[in-house]
Structure formats: C-alpha cells, structure tokens
C-alpha cells in the first residue's frame, strides 16, 4: 500500500493551496481517508477526514471554515483544499487511510496506512 501525498509548497499568508494524495496497493472506494499534521515541535495534529460515500468532517477549529476535504474514487485520490492560509498553518500534511469508523478516526490509533507527508510552509 502506497499513500502519496503532494501539492506542498512554500506560499504567501492568504492564498489557498490543495493537497492530493494518491493511493494504490488498497480497495480506495471502501477506505476512510483522513488528513493530518504535525507543525514543528508540535504533535500530529487531526485536520479531518472523508468516508468512502464523501460525507466528510473537520475536527481542528482552526481549520473548520478553512479547508475542505473531498475525494474522486475514480482516481484513488483524495484532496486537501486549504483557504486564507495563516502562518499557523505551517505543517507537514499527511494523509492517511482506515476500515475502520466511529471517534478513533479522528486519531492517529484510528488509521491503517499512511502517507509519507507533504510541507506546507507559510509566510506572513
């Protein structure tokens, strides 16, 4: 199983940015797909995650108006939509797949593959 997660970069306080990760190895259509970040220093923070129908939800507060999860199936791709980008947003992105359900996805014990991450750098 191979998560690939790109779309990273550094950018300006304010623009939007969309992150893509890409899997193979796995039955996409059946896998929640979930996004996480870990700015430096910092533990891995939970940004959200989308069920295999597309129903989705943003845990951080910081984010929850911000970015947007979706998913093409078609493709084995999952995105990452990231509006008004504020310096805090600096992290490196993961994305990361799971069969399971239920409050555990909105943690790292909750998710059975994972990506290797992509930077997102922002500058004031």
């Known amino acids: 199983v191979q998560l690939q997660a790109y779309g990273g970069g550094l950018v300006q306080a304010g623009i939007s940015l969309r992150l893509s990760c890409v899997a193979s190895g796995l039955n996409f259509d059946v896998y929640t797909m979930g996004w996480f970040r870990q700015a430096p220093g910092k533990e891995r923070e939970f940004v959200g995650f989308?069920?295999?129908?597309?129903?989705?939800?943003i845990n951080a507060n910081s984010v929850k108006d911000r970015f947007t999860i979706s998913r093409d199936n078609a493709k084995n791709t999952v995105y990452l939509q990231m509006t008004s980008l504020k310096p805090e947003d600096t992290a490196k992105y993961y994305c990361?797949?799971?069969?399971?359900?239920?409050?555990?996805?909105?943690?790292?014990?909750?998710?059975?593959?994972w990506g290797q991450g992509t930077l997102v750098t922002v500058s004031s």
């Open positions: 990361a797949a799971a069969l399971g359900s239920g409050s555990i996805l909105t943690t790292e014990r909750g998710y059975d593959y």
């Open positions: 989308i069920s295999w129908s597309g129903s989705s939800t």
